[in-house]
């Protein structure tokens, strides 16, 4: 018979069950680790021996044997600690309740029987969450918020020894928990009510922010682009609890700090990063600026500045909303849900098209800068702005709307699609089939917009883009079917020009079936 203990395994932010399977025989006093253990994981038996005996448990002519099963899963991190050590004290008849399948542990020992704190401990509720285990023994890590699960009974110890009184049926003391509050006081250095003119702009990042669109800015240099992406967050909705926690996790496993706990990451990446810093990788895989930025923003500014390299990478995040990283040893997942706005100067010099400032780019040099954004990333791109120069004396410095007037409609926007869809999610992610099933366009706008993209030569994507921009439109109008004159914006949107839009502007579609689905 062997003693099986449950536990957590990570494979990036994913986690899966690991059985802990002990087995302790007379003989020459040895500890065997199987199941594909890393260099952390075959020092654990070091660790747990130490541990054992110095809470009156010593390994004397003993023959353990512990096998990490699934036995093809490479196991990582000494989280495999606490589990051990409690599966050899139960083989050892030293605890005798039953342990249920249902109960798993994870932590790392001292050589004193503490327990301590491991490497992605956050991730590693999460799982267990989502396999359904009622309760985890852990330690506390007083560097993380405190976490409250439904459904998921967590016990925070100290020793070992506080696990076998547990288990036992004793009663320890509590860890002293303190909870932080999530009522931050929040601040931000940009305010809409800071940026003079850019009406169109300050739309533009309202309806993206509204529906999670990406969003691409082109001008010349001074005109407003970076301003307008710093005070983007500024009309981001708090995030929720799942969100914090899938924040806290990613920023544990990449070992970075965060400066708030409810507000949406904010990434800003220079253009000299490399490819790995950006997508994430490494030779022990670890969580990149587009896994960072989850739930948040990823901002790159001067585009064009990038290698083409590094910007053909981001097609699997901005597409699939999550980034892929193979090794030898091992393949790892990362969530990558994150709103890209990006801004790039229209020339290498900045000022084509100025009617103030001499270009001084030859068309080699143009064509090579604009070869950079690839069509397919161009096409994943939902809202392309053109910002010009803004003249001061044209504008009035007093009635300007502030960032927390625009916060509250993006929010309702925002709820609006949650019960729509019957989840957190967006238009900017939702399926196609979910969308145009609840919000499908009438039989006379499917034909106007097939006719209007095959005269531009657009993509199905880019189709699908305009769509789904409409409808965020629509949701900030309180609208609950996509009329002509979202559609018309959500064009705008995509630098289509006004002559291009006629036929929805000429022919009304009220009173048309809008049950009709798009094809």
């Known amino acids: 018979m062997s003693a099986k203990i449950t536990s957590i395994g990570l494979k990036g932010l994913e986690g899966y069950r690991v059985q802990v399977e002990v087995q302790v025989t007379e003989g020459i006093e040895i500890v065997i680790i199987v199941g594909l253990p890393d260099a952390s994981v075959k020092e654990s038996k070091e660790r747990v021996s130490a541990a054992l005996y110095s809470i009156g448990f010593p390994l004397v002519d003993s023959k353990v044997v512990i096998n990490l099963s699934p036995a093809e899963q490479k196991k990582n991190g000494p989280l495999f600690d606490l589990p051990i050590a409690i599966g050899i004290l139960k083989e050892l008849k030293m605890i005798r309740e039953k342990i249920p399948q249902s109960t798993g542990f994870i932590g790392a020992l001292s050589l004193d029987g503490t327990v301590l704190p491991v490497e992605g401990m956050i991730a590693a509720i999460l799982a267990a969450k989502k396999l359904n285990l009622h309760t985890l023994y852990l330690p506390f890590d007083p560097t ?130 490399s490819s790995v810093s950006i997508i994430g990788g490494g030779t022990n895989p670890k969580p990149g600026e587009v896994s960072l930025a989850h739930r948040g923003v990823l901002f790159l500014d001067e585009l064009g500045e990038f290698s083409k390299k590094t910007l053909d990478m981001l097609r699997q995040p901005m597409e699939n909303e999550k980034v892929t990283i193979s090794r030898v040893h091992s393949t790892v997942t990362y969530p990558a849900k994150f709103i890209f706005i990006a801004a790039m100067n229209p020339c290498p010099c900045g000022y084509l098209g100025s009617s103030d400032n001499y270009c001084t780019c030859s068309e080699k040099q143009i064509r090579s800068y604009k070869s950079r954004v690839s069509g397919p990333i161009l096409d994943r791109i939902d809202i392309l702005l053109s910002l010009k120069p803004v003249n001061l004396k044209e504008h009035n410095f007093v009635s300007i709307e502030s960032s927390e007037e625009v916060k509250k409609r993006v929010i309702a926007a925002r709820e609006r699609q949650y019960d729509r869809y019957g989840k957190e999610v967006c238009n900017g992610s939702v399926s196609f089939e979910q969308l145009t099933s609840s919000s499908p366009l009438t039989t006379l706008q499917q034909q106007n917009l097939q006719s209007l993209s095959s005269a531009q030569g657009f993509s199905n994507r880019v189709q699908i883009k305009i769509i789904r921009l409409a409808r965020t439109i629509a949701d900030l109008k309180g609208d609950d079917i996509i009329s002509d004159q979202a559609i018309e914006e959500a064009l705008l949107l995509r630098k289509i020009s006004l002559r291009s839009i006629q036929p929805f502007h000429k022919k009304s579609l009220t009173g048309e079936n809008h049950n009709v689905h798009y094809k």
């Open 144 to 273: 993380i918020p405190a976490v409250e699960m439904d459904d998921l009974e967590l016990v925070y110890v100290q020793t070992i020894q506080d696990v076998v009184d547990l288990l036992s049926g004793q009663q320890i003391l509590p860890v002293t928990i303190t909870k932080e509050s999530i009522d931050e006081i929040i601040h931000f250095q940009r305010n809409f009510n800071q940026v003079i003119g850019h009406d169109f702009a300050k739309r533009a990042l309202e309806i993206a922010a509204s529906g999670e669109h990406y969003l691409l800015m082109d001008g010349p240099p001074g005109c407003g682009k970076s301003l307008l992406a710093e005070t983007f967050p500024s009309i981001l909705p708090s995030l929720s609890k799942e969100a914090q926690l899938e924040k806290i996790s990613l920023y544990q496993l990449a070992g970075a700090p965060y400066d708030s706990l409810t507000l949406p990451s904010y990434r800003h990446p220079h253009h000299s990063a």
